[in-house]
């Protein structure tokens, strides 16, 4: 049987980061992993492609290669052909040195959406709103690259991707409804954050696809 292909593309919550740590949740707890596991009977291969640090449009002045707009395209030509992509950035995107708005974010992910239907125009797009950062990310001790306003732009961006989603007419999922960061570090899945927001993505896309069918 040949196995269709799901890109999952996001940040440091794709590639399985454990809070508090620089270490990396091993595949049966990432849930990226997880859904590989679960989408595999029906004939789908699970690609992970998750970078910490990674913005949708943003420079990182320290760290070379987080901007997903100048990767993105590579990543699609080295995976084609690619049935689906799973697409969850915008985390990054709230720190206090790019001073976005959620609209600057959304804009970044619209970018990033016109560059997938231009090098991978058949792809069904499951757009991601991610986590909330917690209300401590910016104190002594945590994250203090976000401020405030940081915490606040992350709860504002569920909307603003929903309004995209619909735009496009693709799929989108809110992952806060499911998943929360892990109060270690505010930002990052813990174990069980992960999944949850595998179930969630796993039943979201069964339904898509059960839809695209009928």
């Given at each position: 049987?040949?196995?269709?292909?799901?890109?999952?593309?996001?940040?440091?919550?794709?590639?399985?980061?454990?809070?508090?740590?620089?270490?990396?949740?091993?595949?049966?707890?990432?849930?990226?992993?997880?859904?590989?596991?679960?989408?595999?009977?029906?004939?789908?291969?699970?690609?992970?492609?998750?970078?910490?640090g990674r913005t949708t449009v943003?420079?990182?002045?320290?760290?070379?290669?987080?901007?997903?707009?100048?990767?993105?395209?590579?990543?699609?030509?080295?995976?084609?052909?690619?049935?689906?992509?799973?697409?969850?950035?915008?985390?990054?995107?709230?720190?206090?040195?790019?001073?976005?708005?959620?609209?600057?974010?959304?804009?970044?992910?619209?970018?990033?959406?016109?560059?997938?239907?231009?090098?991978?125009?058949?792809?069904?797009?499951?757009?991601?709103?991610?986590?909330?950062?917690?209300?401590?990310?910016?104190?002594?001790?945590?994250?203090?690259?976000?401020?405030?306003?940081?915490?606040?732009?992350?709860?504002?961006?569920?909307?603003?991707?929903?309004?995209?989603?619909?735009?496009?007419?693709?799929?989108?999922?809110?992952?806060?409804?499911?998943?929360?960061?892990?109060?270690?570090?505010?930002?990052?899945?813990?174990?069980?954050?992960?999944?949850?927001?595998?179930?969630?993505?796993?039943?979201?896309?069964?339904?898509?696809?059960?839809?695209?069918?009928?």
């Amino acid at each position: 049987m040949k196995l269709k292909q799901i890109l999952c593309f996001g940040d440091s919550n794709t590639y399985g980061l454990i809070p508090g740590t620089k270490a990396r949740y091993d595949w049966n707890i990432r849930w990226s992993g997880i859904l590989g596991e679960r989408m595999r009977p029906y004939g789908y291969r699970v690609v992970e492609e998750g970078l910490c640090g990674r913005t949708t449009v943003f420079d990182d002045l320290y760290r070379d290669g987080r901007n997903a707009s100048k990767m993105l395209q590579a990543i699609l030509e080295t995976h084609d052909p690619i049935d689906r992509i799973i697409l969850m950035l915008g985390t990054n995107d709230c720190k206090s040195a790019y001073n976005a708005t959620p609209e600057d974010i959304g804009a970044g992910i619209e970018l990033l959406l016109e560059q997938i239907e231009i090098f991978a125009p058949e792809a069904s797009v499951l757009l991601l709103s991610p986590i909330y950062l917690g209300e401590r990310v910016w104190q002594a001790g945590y994250d203090e690259e976000f401020d405030k306003k940081s915490v606040e732009v992350s709860k504002r961006l569920g909307d603003v991707y929903e309004q995209i989603a619909a735009h496009h007419g693709i799929s989108f999922l809110r992952a806060a409804d499911y998943a929360h960061c892990s109060g270690i570090d505010e930002e990052h899945l813990d174990a069980e954050g992960h999944s949850r927001l595998a179930e969630a993505v796993y039943n979201k896309i069964l339904r898509d696809i059960i839809s695209e069918a009928a």
